[in-house]
T-cell receptor, first 116, second 118 residues
Framework: SAVISQKPSRDICQRGTSLTIQCQVDSQVTMMFWYRQQPGQSLTLIATANQGSEATYESGFVIDKFPISRPNLTFSTLTVSNMSPEDSSIYLC?????????????FGPGTRLTVL | QKEVEQNSGPLSVPEGAIASLNCTYSDRGSQSFFWYRQYSGKSPELIMSIYSNGDKEDGRFTAQLNKASQYVSLLIRDSQPSDSATYLCAVNDPYPPFSGGGADGLTFGKGTHLIIQP
């Protein structure tokens, strides 16, 4: 599987500010995904980031709040805008690989965000 | 809306025994199923994927899928203390590769917290 890195690994931010999270994959992948894991909860899909097209957002997530860029096949960013304490979560990106007859996702190490 | 249900646990199993983790899903159209392991403070790591009815074995792990009953399970044989973690069941609906499409995002269950007692 590809190696996935994320920056920053963690951050503490003030409410009302924005943070951009970077996700880098060491090989070209068509589809990347962004997830959120709130404290003590499981993962929730935010959006799908396809290179060359607009991101597709899940119900409850909007582009104004979570703008996503996908400039090439190895990189994506997620911005958390106008943050509030409720945005405190771990944000994870994943890539997709065709393995054993299924599209398998592998996750980056995550970005732990705390909003004060 | 796809739903994935898991017993949150904790599930406590003696070292060396078999740990059995279960998951049910709501969407009959679901095609692919995954088990991830997540240690505290870490990101999920893939254990196994399965897409056809029956069993799939990989080392000490066996995934079982029953699409008619809409459940998928994970068996861990010879459980070790290092297996103590949260196990996440996930479901997606991949498009056939020849369609030119790609994978759908994953829907996760809430996870089962497994404790292996030494």
């Amino acid at each position: 599987s590809a190696v996935i890195s994320q920056k920053p690994s963690r951050d503490i931010c003030q409410r009302g500010t924005s943070l951009t999270i970077q996700c880098q994959v060491d090989s070209q992948v068509t589809m990347m995904f962004w997830y959120r894991q709130q404290p003590g909860q499981s993962l929730t899909l935010i959006a799908t980031a396809n290179q060359g097209s607009e991101a597709t957002y899940e119900s409850g997530f909007v582009i104004d709040k979570f703008p996503i860029s996908r400039p090439n096949l190895t990189f994506s960013t997620l911005t958390v805008s106008n943050m509030s304490p409720e945005d405190s979560s771990i944000y994870l990106c994943s890539d997709t690989a065709w393995e054993a007859m299924v599209y398998t996702q592998y996750f980056g190490p995550g970005t732990r965000l705390t909003v004060l | 809306q796809k739903e994935v249900e898991q017993n949150s646990g904790p599930l406590s199993v003696p070292e060396g025994a078999i740990a059995s983790l279960n998951c049910t899903y709501s969407d009959r159209g679901s095609q692919s199923f995954f088990w991830y392991r997540q240690y505290s403070g870490k990101s999920p790591e893939l254990i196994m994927s399965i897409y056809s009815n029956g069993d799939k074995e990989d080392g000490r792990f066996t995934a079982q899928l029953n699409k008619a009953s809409q459940y998928v399970s994970l068996l861990i044989r010879d459980s070790q203390p290092s297996d103590s973690a949260t196990y996440l069941c996930a479901v997606n609906d991949p498009y056939p590769p020849f369609s030119g499409g790609g994978a759908d995002g994953l829907t996760f269950g809430k996870g089962t917290h497994l404790i292996i007692q030494p």
